[in-house]
C-alpha cells in the first residue's frame, strides 16, 4: 500500500509562506487526484486543495488566492505554497490519496 510521507511545516509569522510536501512510496496514478486537508483542534478535517493530472484544481474558499497545489508525477509528489498565511490557517496538514493518508505536518501562524 502506498505511504505518503509530508514535510515542510512549521511555525511562521502571520502573511508569511510555507510550502508543504508530499512524497507518496510508490508510483501514483496520475488520473486520481491527490489533496491536502487540514484540522484545527477541537475542529473536523477540511479540505484544502486537490489537483488531478492536467491541471484541474479545487480550493477552499478560505485558501482561494493565498494556496497554491501542484504535482509533479515523475517525482510522485505534490505541494501546497501556501502565501499570506494568517492565524485561522494553524492546523495538522494531511495529505490524501484515494483512502491512503500521510501523518500530518504541523503549520502554526503566530507572530
Known amino acids: 500500500q502506498v505511504q505518503l510521507v509530508e514535510s515542510g511545516g512549521g511555525l511562521v509569522q502571520p502573511g508569511g509562506s510555507l510550502r508543504l510536501s508530499c512524497a507518496a512510496s510508490?508510483?501514483?496514478?496520475?488520473?486520481?487526484?491527490m489533496g491536502w486537508y487540514r484540522q484545527a483542534p477541537g475542529k473536523q478535517r477540511e479540505l484544502v486543495a486537490t489537483i488531478v493530472t492536467g491541471g484541474a484544481t479545487n480550493y477552499a474558499d478560505a485558501v482561494k488566492g493565498r494556496f497554491t497545489i501542484s504535482r509533479d508525477n515523475a517525482k510522485n509528489t505534490v505541494y501546497l505554497q501556501m502565501n499570506m498565511l494568517r492565524p485561522e490557517d494553524t492546523a495538522v496538514y494531511y495529505c490524501?490519496?484515494?483512502?491512503?493518508w500521510g501523518q500530518g505536518t504541523q503549520v502554526t501562524v503566530s507572530s
Open positions: 490524501h490519496y484515494v483512502n491512503v
Open positions: 510508490t508510483t501514483v496514478l496520475s488520473v486520481l487526484p
